[in-house]
């Protein structure tokens, strides 16, 4: 487990903690749940010799061990071939601070295709390689053209590589020019208003997106939730004031580095700023008071018994787990989900 280090300075970074990889077992929310259901596709994620299932327990290990500080993912104890992943929003981008979701399914000949990706838009438009209905657009995963170096290689691209390219070239610092022909006027004054302008309603978006991930948090992250703004929430709040009063610009609050005169934000983001600082400070002093101290394992996880009978796909990944993490010695599978504490109020 590692700290993530949010916001834009070392001074208020966060001691949020959180298994940054783990096996879950209620897989019933996920999009993809219902893919893979053939005899044949089913055979490809529980026959130890095919190549999904080698190269599938070839990626659980590297993700296990290389995540970046602000990426967590979820795979199955009963399907392999499902995963859920989340990306915190990097400092100096509109998504600062904020939560993305993403359902990932393996097809069955895995890695000669790519896996496909679904966004957790909860109704938001916020990127241009990110739809509404959840379509990701983009190349590595064959959505998108492009060159033969950036779409799907077998053998070579992996899941790791996927989360790092949508948290890199689709959360970045200036999306609007994602869209295909703005590039070659990311230097024209003209554009650059339009793109801080698109900056704006970004984050009123990333903020929109916390009020839905707190009343109803993915399965599997209701405690990742509850413990990261808790964590985050003072230094959200702080950040949603200054835009609201003119401080910094959309996606750059520097709590220590206050500017030296007032920036140019349109005054309609100064406005929804101010709303949002309202609903987001309620939202987390609701969760502060309603929210259930819990323990260390998820509600929704199987505790995996020794003893259990050891059989099918559920046996073959504990095995795996035991192997590759030493797991030897363990009589369980620790679930991911609980956390105590209080959400930090303004």
């Known amino acids: 487990m590692a700290a993530i280090v949010s916001g834009e300075s070392k001074k208020s970074a966060t001691t949020f903690k959180f298994p940054h990889f783990d096996v879950v077992s209620d897989e019933s929310d996920h999009?993809?749940?219902?893919?893979?259901?053939?005899?044949?596709?089913?055979?490809?994620?529980?026959?130890?010799?095919?190549?999904?299932?080698?190269?599938?327990?070839?990626?659980?290990?590297?993700?296990?061990?290389?995540?970046?500080?602000?990426?967590?993912?979820?795979?199955?104890?009963?399907?392999?071939?499902?995963?859920?992943?989340?990306?915190?929003?990097?400092?100096?981008?509109?998504?600062?601070?904020?939560?993305?979701?993403?359902?990932?399914?393996?097809?069955?000949?895995?890695?000669?295709?790519?896996?496909?990706?679904?966004?957790?838009?909860?109704?938001?438009?916020?990127?241009?390689?990110?739809?509404?209905?959840?379509?990701?657009c983009l190349s590595l995963v064959n959505t998108w053209s492009g060159t033969w170096v950036e779409r799907w290689t077998p053998r070579k691209s992996t899941i790791l590589q996927l989360l790092v390219s949508i948290q890199g070239l689709v959360l970045n610092a200036r999306p609007y020019f994602n869209e295909p022909g703005r590039g070659k006027h990311i230097k024209d004054e003209r554009w650059v208003k339009a793109s801080l302008a698109y900056n704006e309603e970004v984050f009123i978006l990333t903020c929109k997106t916390m009020l839905s991930y707190i009343r109803t948090p993915p399965k599997n992250f209701e405690g990742f939730v509850y413990q990261y703004f808790r964590e985050r929430g003072e230094f959200i709040l702080s950040a949603v004031n200054a835009y609201g009063h003119g401080n910094a610009t959309a996606g750059h609050y520097q709590v220590n580095h206050p500017p030296s005169s007032r920036v140019h934000n349109s005054a309609q983001f100064q406005k929804n700023s101010k709303k949002m600082l309202v609903e987001l400070r309620n939202a987390f002093k609701k969760l502060n008071n309603s929210c259930p101290k819990l323990n260390n394992s998820s509600p929704k996880s199987k505790v995996v018994e020794e003893n259990k009978p050891k059989s099918g796909l559920l046996h073959n990944i504990i095995g795996f787990f035991k192997f590759i993490f030493g797991l030897r010695d363990q009589k369980v599978l620790k679930g991911s989900d609980g956390v105590t504490g209080k959400v930090a109020v303004m």
């Open 31 to 136: 999009y993809y749940v219902k893919s893979n259901q053939s005899s044949k596709d089913k055979k490809c994620f529980i026959d130890t010799n095919t190549s999904a299932y080698r190269t599938i327990m070839k990626e659980w290990k590297i993700l296990e061990k290389q995540l970046p500080e602000s990426i967590y993912v979820r795979t199955y104890e009963s399907r392999m071939d499902l995963l859920r992943a989340v990306i915190v929003g990097a400092a100096s981008t509109p998504y600062h601070d904020g939560l993305f979701f993403f359902d990932i399914v393996f097809p069955s000949d895995y890695p000669n295709q790519p896996p496909k990706v679904r966004y957790l838009s909860r109704g938001y438009h916020m990127n241009p390689n990110l739809y509404t209905n959840g379509y990701v």
